[in-house]
């Protein structure tokens, strides 16, 4: 059976795209519910004790203030931090103790900073160090993942090395800043419950929030979301609080979280200390390479990040060693944030093969190519595709790389110092299991239902093209629903996974409807995805940057920053590449600007908003492109593509650090770079 392809592929502008640019799309927040109230969190204010007491200013215009002494019971599921106002326990400062509901969000706010808290503090710590008594090595990482892998005898091949490298980088806590906070309307009809929610899975979150208050209609509504990053892949207090306010005062309640709130109560990307050390030969063959990594946990829950885990997976070398290492802090639990894992791991390794190529005097595109793998280092098991030397090299020359001088410090042009980097770029090619459902309707369209999300990134757009090639039928004849947990049930936009994983339902519904003629076809895919053989399924690409670096004020501007992929079939030119732009400037903000600034006697971050927490803005990208090879994948879905939400953030940090230093001969190896470390 052969589609011929029409749609997939083009640059479809976003359908829903009039929409919001017009104002009249809904997000979470903006539904009209009549008497709807307002309710308002109380984040505690130390990071480690117990709650005994709150007590509200009787003249207070409220309508409730709950907290664990009054309010009622919800049953415990996997997540604690899902607990809320469950116990007199305090884990981090920030955790919601409190919540006042009123008719006015002002009235709420008002009666929220005059509460009187009773709270006994406690010691408490918040600092990461490898060297804590208190660290331990995780059995597993996310999502499942040995903790540690052992291949050969690295300790021997870097004793014997020709030259070796061992280097320890960090990065910071990074805060999930999506354009629109998390936010929850929450109605009770008797036991059903509709929750109008920002978040990355409806069905998820209906479940998830339907075990809480035992009840099965829970009915979430999600049509537009502002972006997400992880941090709404799974139901977040908001959701809770709305629902147990609304429950307790009979009204509809409305809980949006202030930007300060998406610093503590969201999840953030852990700090992360990894040291990786290589061993090789003088002509750059690898022998041995060991990556192990710090990072952090809270309290309530253990949350191991997979940063070494991309290490498995990226280069040659027949003696290696992953490994992790928690510690548990008085802090709130570190989350999912765009490439948890790959994005901190790969900015080490990839600056440590840098670091490699300046002591072999050889050029760092070489050296990967020399240690490219011909199937999984670790596990021997083929690759379904795997084009990342031509990344490098079409990368290279698109660039403009060849001609470079490898010595750092040796452009400039007046007060600026100009150098070049470059880092390889990954992330793993997943799906999951969903249910599409297509119906032909009498004037000839095609209504096409899954309960899937649009972060923003086109999703929407692409199951309408992923449709239309499928019932081979022009896009205009199809009509898209998704946002909508009452529908086919879809996987969590996350993991770079959605696509495939709706697409393949999707397709599944289409084909069917459109081979049998019949007028309704629900397609579920679970038994396709799960029937996929092992093999190493995976994106590639490679980052260039070209920075200049001011002589007197250490200030860096990254110049042009490219990136060149190699990711399967790509759905929609038009929105992959602002999916791989988007990756890559959250990238140049990981390597220059973003940094959760600790206050350790505080237990807090203190720049807690976008004042204080700095993201790139407009004047920060100058020259910024994405580029992709021609490459289809048939062995991973019916589409042939690969994901691309995450990768433009995997190893663009690296080539902006990486160019730093060919600039100015100055490693920073502890991130962000800012002009106080070069200086
Ligand atoms: Mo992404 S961190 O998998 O939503």
Redo the contacts with the bound molecule.
Sequence with gaps: MTTTTKAVGAPLARIEGPEKVSGRARYAAEYPVDGVAHGWIVPSPVPRGRLTAVVADPTGDTMAVLWHGNAPSLAAVDDPELAVLQSDRISYRGQPIALVVADTLEAARRAAQVLHLEIEAEEHETVLRADHPGVYEPETVNPGYPAATVHGDVETALATADVTVDVTYSTPALHNNPMEPHATIARWDGDDLTLYDSN?HPSGVAATVGEIFGVDRVHVITEHVGG??????TARPNAVLAALAARVTGRPVKVVLPRQAMFSMVGHRTPTLQRVRLAAGRDGTLSGIDHQAYSQTSRLYEFAEQTAVVTRHMYAAPHRRTGHHLLRLDMPTPR?????GEAPGMLALECAIDELAEKLGMDPIELRIRNEPSAEPESGVAFTSRHYVECLRRGAERFGWSGRDPRPARRREGDWWIGTGVAGATYPTMAQPSTARVRALPDGTFEVAIGATDLGTGARTILVQIAADALDVAPERVRIRIGDSTLPRAS??????GSASWGWAVTGACRSLRDTGRDEVTFDSTELVQRQETEGRHAYGAHFAEVRVDAVTGEVRVSRLFGMYAAGRILNARTARGQFLGGMIMGMGMALHEEGVLDPAMGEWVNHDLAGYHVPVHADVESIEAAWLDETDDRINPMGSKGI??IGIVGSPAAIVNAVWHATGIRIRDLPVRLDKIL
């Design positions: 990355q997400g990053f992880g941090s709404k892949g999912w944030m765009r490439a948890p969590v936009a996350g993991g770079s996974s939400g995450e």
